[in-house]
């Protein structure tokens, strides 16, 4: 008998019951819970008289409405709107007994840095979020997923979700990943190669040796664009650097039981004769560091091309998907990816606000200075804690001093639910997931990099490949 | 939820890949608190030429005459014909609470984003997934002849369009059950309880972190 996949044994161990008809009940460990998308959920508990299963695995805090200049309530918020979304959380979460990181609470923050910084997030577990980039957790060798609200409502009511087992698919990166070349790179790089619907109904692994290489925020930087792959559920298998991220939060076991833990952690990988139903070989030598020129994930290119030309692309699909893109983005094909201007920058989301993004992105920074056409660079940690790290560390001072504006914790310009926002025509470098039309500010235009190219570009005024940035 | 068993309706062409959630329904109308009123801001930045914002009397704002829902011989349409990788991006369930307010019953294409594709479900709103040549022939179909309506059949799992040969679909049999039925997806599953509680016994003693206060 074939080995098993990780994805295999985080389902078996999650099966609570097996249906005739196909489908199953899994059981999930952990609810991340946020003020957008769980409203009608608790409402909908409310109206049939129903109770949390059980309040201890759920765990909320508000981060996609929240303004990232100072607040003390949530009064202060000005659009009426956000602030309702924010009251009525903290009156759900307290209603029900539920734990929430509030505002003025320093563990606050984007969800997905929040829950893997607490320990709240440890191997071997389900985690859902009304949010589709909670793949982000799966770099902690978690079932990770997002789902809709009638699945936030179930699962506080039931702690299980109806599934259907996905099928299995392993990105390998083998090789050493050159300078210049972060975990935002190889997952655009990789987007690039399966597609933006590459991933779908698969549970996405991501392997080989430049994955191990990579930090557990550079994992959850990978993991967290799975779902720009289509995969619901990126993850990463358990080895050294998973045990010592884990090890000491305060979520996280202590004593005896740390042992069991880490004993059973260490099995959560691949067996070695473990069949996937696809697989993807990418060489580390092939990456480059990316920009997105379009609008999807997909449309990306190392930073040292030109624009792709639709002419060339053979799916009539693709083609007009191609040449949509470039009108909304006010390009043209065949043009140098260094020429494209930027008019603000993005450093933050889910994908990269943690210590080690901010780290690259100030390295960048020191001793440089904002280029006189770029209206604004924002630097939005992803958490509190983080805010607090960064700040221990200088790094606040760096942007400022270059600059920059440092704010405080939210999901913030990824996608322009509070006052953070582009205007129509704006290119951006943003260090976000999603260049969707739109996405950032009605007729805004966004480009994915990393947080050392966005840094770059906000120096430069335009791209620059961060290999050359002493000559550009 | 409400059931759906058959439904004939009017066909909105959307000749679009990867429509995704943004575009369905942006991000400044999530701040609702509710699951209805969604339907005057569905595909709002193609809709209208203007910004829209929650709260607005969109029917004071200037229409985007070109986009395919504001056409008048789209107006009442109640399936939606689009291309691949539809739903893709967010989980909002706002986007089918959108298309619904809307009125839409079903989407047509040759394939969704998980997600989506899930969430529709707990909705009533059927999606349909066919062949990339069917969808095709469908476009042409519906481009060719004003009025172009299509029948669902959901008990024999089958598009029968007003010309050609009926379409079979595939579909989950429990989504199946439920969206003909009706059924609270909730109430079913507490139904099985008592294997939920087992089931927490059992892993209690072998990761009782998981089960820690907090």
Sequence with gaps: ?472 | MEKFVRHDGLVAPLDRANVDTDQIIPKQFLKSIKRTGFGPNLFDEWRYLDEGFPGQDNSARPLNKDFVLNQPVYQGASVLLTRRNFGCGSSREHAPWALMDFGFKAIIAPSFADIFYNNCFKNGLLPIVLSEDNVEALFQAVNGKEGYRITIDLEGQQVIPETGEPLPFEIDEFRKHCLLNGLDEIGLTLNEADAIRAYEKGRMEREPWVFADH
């Design chain 1, 1 to 472: 008998m074939a080995g098993k996949t990780l994805y295999d044994k985080l389902w078996e161990a999650h099966l609570v019951t097996q249906r005739e008809d196909g489908s199953a009940l899994i059981y999930i460990d952990r609810q991340i819970i946020h003020e957008v998308t769980s409203p009608q959920a608790f409402e909908g508990l409310r109206l049939a008289s129903r109770q949390p299963w059980r309040t201890s695995a759920s765990v909320a805090t508000i981060d996609h409405n929240v303004p990232t200049t100072p607040f003390k309530s949530a009064a202060d918020i000005a659009d009426d709107t956000s602030r309702i979304q924010v009251q009525t959380l903290q009156d759900n979460t307290r209603e029900f007994g539920i734990t929430e990181f509030g505002i003025g609470d320093v563990r606050q923050g984007i969800v997905h840095v929040m829950a893997p910084e607490q320990g709240a997030v440890v191997p071997g577990m389900t985690v859902v979020c009304g949010d589709s980039h909670t793949s982000t957790n799966g770099a902690l060798a978690c079932l990770a997923h997002g789902i809709g609200t009638s699945e936030v409502e179930h699962v506080l009511a039931t702690q299980t979700l109806v599934a259907k087992k996905m099928n299995n698919m392993r990105v390998s990166v083998e090789g050493e990943l050159g300078p210049g070349v972060t975990a935002k790179d190889v997952v655009l790089h990789i987007i690039g190669v399966i597609g933006t619907a590459g991933g779908t109904g698969y549970a996405l692994e991501f392997a080989g040796s430049a994955m191990r290489s990579l930090s557990m925020e550079g994992r959850m930087t990978v993991c967290n664009m799975a779902i720009e792959a289509g995969a619901r559920a990126g993850m990463v298998a358990v080895d050294d650097v998973t045990i010592d991220y884990v090890k000491g939060r305060p979520f996280a076991p202590k004593g005896a039981d740390w042992d069991k833990a880490e004993a059973y952690w260490r099995t959560l990988v691949s067996d070695a004769d473990a069949r996937f139903d696809e697989e993807v070989n990418i060489d580390a030598a092939d990456i480059k560091p990316q920009v997105s020129w379009g609008t999807s994930p997909e449309m990306v290119v190392p930073v040292d091309a030109n624009l792709p030309d639709p002419a060339a692309e053979s799916d009539e699909v693709k083609r007009s998907g191609m040449s949509r893109a470039y009108e909304y983005m006010g390009l043209t094909p065949g043009m140098p990816v260094t020429d494209i201007k930027v008019d603000r920058v993005f450093i933050g989301s889910c994908t990269n606000s943690r210590i080690e993004d901010l780290r690259a992105a100030a390295e960048v920074a020191k001793g440089r200075q904002k280029a006189g056409s770029v209206k604004q660079v924002l630097v939005v940690p992803g958490s509190g804690l983080v805010k607090q790290q960064a700040e221990k560390e200088g790094l606040d001072k760096v942007f400022v001093a270059a600059g920059f504006e440092w704010r405080e914790p939210g999901c913030s310009m990824c996608l322009a639910m509070n006052p953070d926002r582009l205007e129509a025509g704006e290119h951006c470098a943003s260090t976000s997931n999603r260049n969707f039309e739109g996405r950032q500010g009605n007729g805004g235009r966004t480009h994915l990099v990393s947080p050392a190219m966005a840094a770059a570009a906000a120096v430069a005024g335009h791209f620059v490949d961060i290999r050359e940035l002493d000559q550009a």
